[in-house]
């Protein structure tokens, strides 16, 4: 199979290419890592950041004896991001834990007392696990967002109390590194990480809110249903040339309520 096509996205280009992809293979878990090598002392202008793709993918398939880099999106210190293994295709990221999983590697040592992450790493490190939850339908809790040193090296979850309280030791990498927004606990995550993510899809959902199109029905009757799908209940009727208000899409369906859950078939909107 052909190697993966490296790009590196600004975030804002990367949501727009996340937006407007349709994926087949179903995503319940975020994995984030730390590469800890490169770390921020690799980097320098005149190697450019798909030096560093190619690099670790160069690593990864002659060192590790993959097909491929093993990580589906890289984040960089400038606050880009690589798309790298193709999203399709389950990466290389936790041993055992990989089925359904997305796999992101934030270049860096994260560990306590090596890179300080910058400030545009740490926004986008944030913005990209909530665009992923938002476009997965994910949220920012244990059982989705996870750190790799949580699973064991067979890629089963570790009691959470072993976490807590730093008895992993060697039986697990600390990545993605003791002072990853904190430290790498679980605790740690549901303290300092989870809640940024969350605020950050409450952000982009009133963004999105107030993105509003103004749409007309175009066909006789349109029925307004309390949810994205024709099994949910008909709330009422509305005619056609009526003019409505989209709020958000899911799934060629349309809401038309800001306050209220009412959906019609994006079809009969023009
Ligand atoms: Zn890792």
Same mark, same amino acid.
């Given at each position: =199979?052909? %190697? &993966?096509?490296?790009?590196?996205?600004?975030?804002?280009?990367?949501?727009?290419?996340?937006?407007?992809?349709?994926?087949?293979?179903?995503?319940?878990?975020?994995?984030?890592?730390?590469?800890?090598?490169?770390?921020?002392?690799?980097?320098?202008?005149?190697?450019?950041? =798909?030096?560093?793709?190619?690099? =670790? #993918?160069?690593?990864?398939?002659?060192?590790?004896?993959? @097909?491929?880099? $093993?990580?589906?999106?890289?984040? *960089?210190?400038?606050?880009?991001?690589?798309?790298? #293994?193709?999203?399709?295709?389950?990466?290389?990221?936790?041993?055992? &834990?990989? @089925?359904?999983?997305? /796999?992101?590697?934030?270049?860096?040592?994260?560990?306590?007392?090596?890179?300080? =992450?910058?400030?545009?790493?740490?926004?986008?490190?944030?913005?990209?696990?909530?665009? %992923? /939850?938002?476009? *997965?339908?994910?949220?920012?809790?244990?059982?989705?967002?996870?750190?790799?040193?949580?699973?064991?090296?067979?890629?089963? #979850?570790?009691?959470? @109390?072993?976490?807590?309280?730093?008895?992993?030791?060697?039986?697990?990498?600390? /990545?993605?590194?003791?002072?990853?927004?904190?430290?790498?606990?679980?605790?740690?995550?549901? &303290?300092? *990480?989870?809640?940024?993510?969350?605020?950050?899809?409450?952000?982009?959902?009133?963004?999105?809110?107030?993105?509003?199109?103004?749409?007309? !029905?175009?066909?006789? !009757? %349109?029925? !307004?249903?309390?949810?994205?799908?024709?099994?949910?209940?008909?709330?009422?009727?509305?005619?056609?040339?009526?003019?409505? $208000?989209?709020?958000?899409?899911?799934?060629?369906?349309?809401?038309? @309520?800001?306050?209220?859950?009412?959906? !019609? *078939?994006?079809?009969?909107?023009?």
């Amino acid at each position: =199979m052909a %190697l &993966a096509q490296f790009h590196i996205y600004t975030p804002q280009e990367f949501q727009q290419y996340l937006v407007n992809t349709v994926f087949s293979r179903s995503i319940k878990m975020i994995q984030n890592h730390h590469t800890w090598e490169p770390n921020y002392s690799s980097l320098s202008p005149s190697q450019g950041e =798909m030096y560093w793709l190619e690099s =670790m #993918r160069s690593y990864h398939i002659h060192n590790n004896g993959w @097909s491929d880099i $093993a990580q589906n999106l890289t984040t *960089f210190p400038s606050g880009n991001i690589g798309l790298c #293994r193709p999203i399709n295709i389950t990466p290389a990221g936790i041993f055992g &834990a990989n @089925s359904g999983a997305i /796999c992101i590697e934030n270049l860096g040592n994260f560990d306590a007392g090596h890179d300080q =992450m910058t400030l545009p790493h740490k926004d986008t490190i944030v913005f990209l696990n909530a665009i %992923l /939850c938002m476009k *997965f339908d994910l949220k920012p809790v244990k059982e989705q967002v996870v750190y790799h040193h949580w699973f064991d090296r067979s890629g089963k #979850r570790f009691p959470e @109390s072993v976490v807590n309280n730093n008895q992993v030791g060697n039986q697990q990498k600390t /990545c993605p590194g003791t002072a990853f927004f904190g430290n790498n606990t679980i605790t740690s995550a549901e &303290a300092n *990480f989870f809640p940024l993510i969350a605020s950050r899809i409450k952000q982009l959902d009133e963004t999105s809110i107030s993105q509003i199109a103004s749409m007309i !029905v175009n066909t006789d !009757v %349109l029925n !307004v249903r309390s949810g994205p799908g024709t099994s949910y209940p008909i709330l009422r009727t509305i005619t056609q040339d009526t003019q409505v $208000a989209v709020y958000t899409t899911t799934n060629q369906w349309s809401k038309i @309520s800001n306050t209220a859950d009412e959906w !019609v *078939f994006s079809s009969y909107l023009s």
